[in-house]
Every structure is written in C-alpha cells, then in structure tokens.
C-alpha cells in the first residue's frame, strides 16, 4: 500500500514537470508580435504655393522714314559729228587725219582738231602711201625697220596690215609708205592714237 503511494506521487510530479515544460515551449514560441505594440504615426502635411511672376512687356514702335527717290536720271546723247573737222579734208568722226597734196597732218578729237596741222612726208611714187579709211592696229614706241638695215621708226603707230604707220622720219626724203613726222609731232600722235582708232588719208 506504501508502494503505490510512492508510485502515485511520481507519476504526479512527472505529470507536472511535463505540463511545465509545455508552457514554457508556448511561451518561448508566442509570436514577438503578439507582445508589440502598433503604434501609429501621422505625417505632417505641407501645401507649397507658387506664384508665378507678373511680366510686363513693353513694345515700343519704330517709325521708319523712307527717304523720296532720287530724281530720274537723264541722260544725254553727245550728237554725233558730221562733215569735216574744221580746218582739214577729213570726216570730223576720225581720230587722224592725212592730206598727202598738202604735206600736212593732224590728230581730231569730238569733231575738232586736237592737234595740228604738223608737216608730213608721204611715200614715194613707187611706194605710195595708201588713201582711205583705216584703223590703229598696233603701237611700238622704239621700233626698227627690218627692211632697211634697222633703221630706226620711233614712236611709230601702224594703221595698215601691210606695215604702214606714223613715225618720226625724214621730211625732205619720201618713204616707203609710211608717214614721216618730226619727232615731237610721232610723239604726240604716238600718245594719243590707241588700237581702234580711226585714220584717214586722202590724196
């Protein structure tokens, strides 16, 4: 009878040691979350107001003044002359002018003679200085005349395709053709004679 006191007694503490343990292994498992407290928090609310800036614009009107157009421009057409240059035998619309009856010369600028009469000595019989209308072709201020041993042609001013031109040149001895002038008078016409210009020699 003692024995199954003793028997008894153990198997109630063993009962209570193992209830013990069960509680313990609730406890330690209990959710951490079920202990927490939730605490709420508001955010404070801040309102931004921007106000835009006032621009004001200003427009200032230019006033542009347009100058009155020039007058009309007139332009007047020099006439063209007609007949002879005073004083000579030739058209007045030539820029030299030749009389080989007169031995004479001149240069003629707008109708008018510019330069002249100068004497002038003209080909010989055999070699006649040509009569007509002619043009300045070319100028060589020192030429030389190949076909009589370099003999010098200053100033020389060509009107012909054949060799004709004004240089300075004997006056008392007739040429080959072309027209001898006094140094200061083949100077001059060397000057203001220029290729194109108009040449006339009438007999």
């Not at 007058?71 to 020099?78: I, S, Y």
């Not at 100033?155 to 140094?183: D, K, Q």
């Amino acid at each position: 009878m003692r024995v199954n006191k003793i028997v008894l007694a153990a198997v109630a503490a063993l009962a209570t040691l193992t209830a013990c343990s069960s509680q313990v292994s609730l406890a330690s498992n209990a959710s951490p979350a079920s202990a927490t407290t939730t605490a709420s928090s508001t955010a404070p609310t801040t309102t931004t107001t921007t106000v835009a800036p006032t621009t004001t614009t200003t427009t200032t009107k230019v006033t542009t003044t347009t100058p009155p157009p020039p007058p009309p421009t007139t332009t007047t057409t020099k006439p063209r002359p007609v007949g002879n240059a005073p004083g000579t035998p030739c058209k007045a619309t030539v820029a030299a002018c030749v009389s080989k009856s007169q031995g004479k010369a001149w240069l003629i600028y707008n109708g008018q003679v510019l330069y002249g009469p100068v004497p002038m000595m003209p080909g010989k019989a055999s070699a006649p200085t040509p009569v007509g209308m002619f043009q300045v072709l070319w100028k060589v201020q020192h030429d030389k005349s190949k076909e009589f041993n370099n003999a010098p042609m200053e100033n020389s001013v060509y009107f012909t395709s054949g060799g004709v031109a004004f240089h300075e040149g004997s006056l008392s001895v007739p040429s080959a053709g072309c027209v001898h002038l006094t140094m200061a008078a083949s100077a001059k016409f060397f000057a203001n004679l220029d290729q194109g210009d108009p040449v006339q020699v009438v007999a």
